[in-house]
Nanobody, 126 residues
Framework: VQLQASGGGLVQAGGSLRLSCAAS????????MAWFRQAPGKERDAVAA????????YYADSVKGRFTISRDSAKNTVYLQMNSLKPEDTAVYYC????????????????????WGQGTLVTVSS
């Protein structure tokens, strides 16, 4: 599967952005999906993840209540709605896909993901 992320940009603190990740080349519904982020000098960490059937989600504590992950099977796209952005949210955001057999599994480990998008930069100014 190929992943194309978009939607990053520069936003003031308190603002919102919506990231999109379009998947192609394989059956989108066969993959658990996630968004990771990596700030300079830091590790790539999971921000949010969603199961194949969209019934289960995961959020990092730092983004709970502010970010929402969703997926649209008709458009083969996963989204990350980011509200109340903070300067510490500044990072390159990556979408990832993991082929899983069960529809309800949420995958949060970066090493478990086989497919990655190219990354989109989110900069939040104070």
């Amino acid at each position: 599967v190929q992943l194309q992320a978009s939607g990053g940009g520069l936003v003031q603190a308190g603002g919102s952005l919506r990231l999109s990740c379009a998947a192609s080349g394989s059956t989108f519904d066969s993959y658990a999906m996630a968004w990771f982020r990596q700030a300079p000098g830091k590790e790539r960490d999971a921000v949010a993840a969603i199961s194949r059937n969209a019934g289960n989600t995961y959020y990092a504590d730092s983004v709970k209540g502010r970010f929402t992950i969703s997926r649209d099977s008709a458009k083969n796209t996963v989204y990350l709605q980011m509200n109340s952005l903070k300067p510490e949210d500044t990072a390159v955001y990556y979408c990832a896909a993991d082929y899983v057999r069960v529809t309800w599994a949420v995958v949060t480990g970066a090493k478990e993901y086989d497919y990655w998008g190219q990354g989109t930069l989110v900069t939040v100014s104070s």
